[in-house]
C-alpha cells in the first residue's frame, strides 16, 4: 500500500437507479470525502424521484459473497450499513459485522421520505436484536425510533428519553435526527454518559432525497479518516447541510442533495 492509498469505507446497502440515495449517495459521499468507497448492495430499488416502484433482495449468499471478496482482501477502516430488506439479510449482515474490528455506522432504514417500505416489517425485531448491538453509532430518524423503541418524539425534550431507548438495544452511541420536528432542527448524539446536540439552519429545499444515506455514509467516512464518534458526526453534519442547501431538482418529484459543489 501507498501514501497515497485513501482510507476504505464500505457500504452495505440498497442501490437507488434514480442515483439520489442508497448505494450511489453513499460512494458519491465517500469521493466527495476523500475516501476509498466499497459497495456491498443488498437490494436493488426501482426507483425515481416520484418513489420507489419496485424492489428486489439479494440472496443472502451474494450479500455474503461480497463481503467476504471485499473484507478478505481490500479491508475497511469503517461500515456503513443501509437498506437491508428482509430478516435473512440483517442477520447474514449483523453476523459477519459482529467479528469485524472497525466502526460500524447503522443507518435503520424503514420507509422512503414517500413512504414507501424498504423493510420487512418481520425484520425490524431482526435489526433490534441482532444488527444494533454490533453499531458503533446508530442514525434514527423519528420514525425509525418509533419502530424500533415505541418512544413517540413529540419535541426537542423527548429526544434523550429516546437515545436512551435506542442505546438500551446495545449500539455504542445513539444519534437521534430530530430533522422532523418543528423550528430549528437538532440531532441529539448520545453514549448514554456525554450528550452532544447538532443544530443547523433549515434550508427551504425540498429537494433532499437521499439526506439519511449521506449522512451516514459521511459519519462512516470521518470515522475512516481518525476522528471519534462526536467529530466524525459534527462534520458529517456540516457535510450534509451543505449537500441540502444545494440540493436540486430532478424529474418531476423529489430531488436529490447535491455532492458536487
Ligand atoms: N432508496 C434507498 C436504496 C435507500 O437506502 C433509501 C434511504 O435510506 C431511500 C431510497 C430513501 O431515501 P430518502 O428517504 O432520502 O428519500
Known amino acids: 500500500m501507498t501514501d497515497s492509498t485513501p482510507p476504505r469505507v464500505l457500504t452495505v446497502a440498497g442501490s437507488d437507479s434514480g442515483g439520489g440515495a442508497g448505494i450511489q449517495a453513499d460512494l ?10 466499497m459497495s456491498v448492495i443488498a437490494a436493488v430499488t426501482a426507483q425515481n424521484s416520484l418513489g420507489v416502484q419496485g424492489y428486489w433482495e439479494l440472496p443472502a449468499e451474494a450479500v455474503r459473497a461480497q463481503l467476504d471478496s471485499v473484507l478478505g482482501d481490500i ?27 472497525v466502526p460500524v455506522v447503522v443507518d435503520p432504514v424503514g420507509v422512503s421520505k414517500h413512504g414507501d417500505s424498504l423493510l420487512a416489517p418481520e425484520a425490524v425485531e431482526t435489526m433490534r436484536s441482532r444488527l444494533l448491538p454490533v453499531a458503533t453509532v446508530v442514525t ?22 429516546a437515545a436512551d431507548a435506542v442505546l438500551e438495544l446495545g449500539p455504542a452511541w445513539a444519534l437521534v435526527k430530530g430533522g422532523h420536528l418543528p423550528g430549528a432542527p437538532v440531532d441529539l448524539l448520545t453514549d448514554g454518559r456525554r450528550e452532544f446536540r447538532f443544530t443547523a439552519e433549515r434550508h427551504d429545499n425540498r429537494h433532499t432525497h437521499g439526506t439519511g444515506c449521506t449522512l451516514a455514509s459521511a459519519i462512516a467516512s470521518h470515522l475512516a479518516l481518525g476522528e471519534d ?19 436540486f431538482a430532478l424529474g418531476s418529484g423529489i430531488g436529490p442533495v447535491d455532492h458536487a459543489w
Open 229 to 247: 464518534v462526536p467529530g466524525a458526526v459534527e462534520k458529517a453534519k456540516a457535510y450534509v447541510t451543505g449537500a441540502i442547501a444545494h440540493g
Open 28 to 37: 458519491k459521499t465517500m469521493l466527495a470525502l476523500g475516501v476509498h468507497g
Open 75 to 101: 479491508g475497511a477502516q469503517a461500515v456503513k450499513t443501509g437498506m437491508l430488506a428482509s430478516p435473512v439479510l440483517v442477520e447474514t449482515v449483523a453476523g459477519l459485522l459482529a467479528g469485524l474490528d
Open 140 to 161: 434514527p430518524n423519528l420514525w425509525e425510533v418509533l419502530q424500533l423503541t415505541g418512544v413517540k418524539v413529540e419535541d426537542e425534550s423527548d429526544l434523550r428519553r
